[in-house]
T-cell receptor, first 114, second 112 residues
Framework: DAGVTQSPTHLIKTRGQQVTLRCSPKSGHDTVSWYQQALGQGPQFIFQYYEEEERQRGNFPDRFSGHQFPNYSSELNVNALLLGDSALYLC?????????????FGEGSWLTVV | GNSVTQMEGPVTLSEEAFLTINCTYTATGYPSLFWYVQYPGEGLQLLLKATKADDKGSNKGFEATYRKETTSFHLEKGSVQVSDSAVYFCALSQNAPGKSTFGDGTTLTVKP
């Protein structure tokens, strides 16, 4: 049973460009959440997708957007990249049927903005 | 809003020493509490969890007890190994599966 998979694992972008990160959730999971983890900090919640809609959002600007597909996979898009967007982007999946369900993380996508 | 505060690191211990990493939280109601571990270059792995007051989560020799009265969820291990060297994150989740609030992490280094 594959866990949460993310791609790409590493990428370098130039300030002002746009980036798309991808995530496939763990089998049986219907909810995908995205987190940003800056160096030396804990993950910060960006947003969450369920039933192909954004269900919750953290304190991130509209430059951060996403999508969920019918197979529950998800994309995170960041427009007009800033140097401060350099971070590890983590995807997490979970089941929606109970609040205390465990979330499973992928290994992340390292984004460097130069 | 919700918040999680972890003891500041880094923490350096000798092998077989006792480990405590403090974690306190602020939340309304009864959140679920988690400890995650992150090894170098990897994503987060769930270490243990507790979903209600007085529950004790345990895994791989690590333990933490959900203390509602002190809003704490301290991580302990009786005898650490070099392989336990990693960053440990305390987190809470409330009412929203998949949305968790994390502390800033505590780096543990265990020396032989």
């Amino acid at each position: 049973d594959a866990g949460v998979t993310q791609s790409p694992t590493h990428l370098i972008k130039t300030r002002g460009q746009q980036v798309t990160l991808r995530c496939s959730p763990k089998s049986g999971h219907d909810t995908v959440s995205w987190y940003q983890q800056a160096l030396g900090q804990g993950p910060q919640f960006i947003f969450q997708y369920y039933e192909e809609e954004e269900r919750q959002r953290g304190n991130f600007p509209d430059r951060f957007s996403g999508h969920q597909f019918p197979n529950y996979s998800s994309e995170l898009n960041v427009n007009a990249l800033l140097l401060g967007d350099s971070a590890l982007y983590l995807c997490a999946s979970s089941r929606s049927d109970r609040a205390g369900n465990t979330i499973y993380f992928g290994e992340g996508s390292w984004l460097t903005v130069v | 809003g919700n918040s999680v505060t972890q003891m500041e690191g880094p923490v350096t211990l000798s092998e077989e020493a006792f480990l405590t990493i403090n974690c306190t939280y602020t939340a309304t109601g009864y959140p679920s509490l988690f400890w995650y571990v992150q090894y170098p270059g990897e994503g987060l792995q769930l270490l243990l969890k507790a979903t209600k007051a007085d529950d004790k989560g345990s895994n791989k020799g690590f333990e933490a007890t959900y203390r509602k009265e002190t809003t704490s969820f301290h991580l302990e291990k009786g005898s650490v190994q070099v392989s336990d060297s990693a960053v440990y994150f305390c987190a809470l989740s409330q009412n929203a599966p998949g949305k968790s609030t994390f502390g800033d992490g505590t780096t543990l280094t265990v020396k032989p």
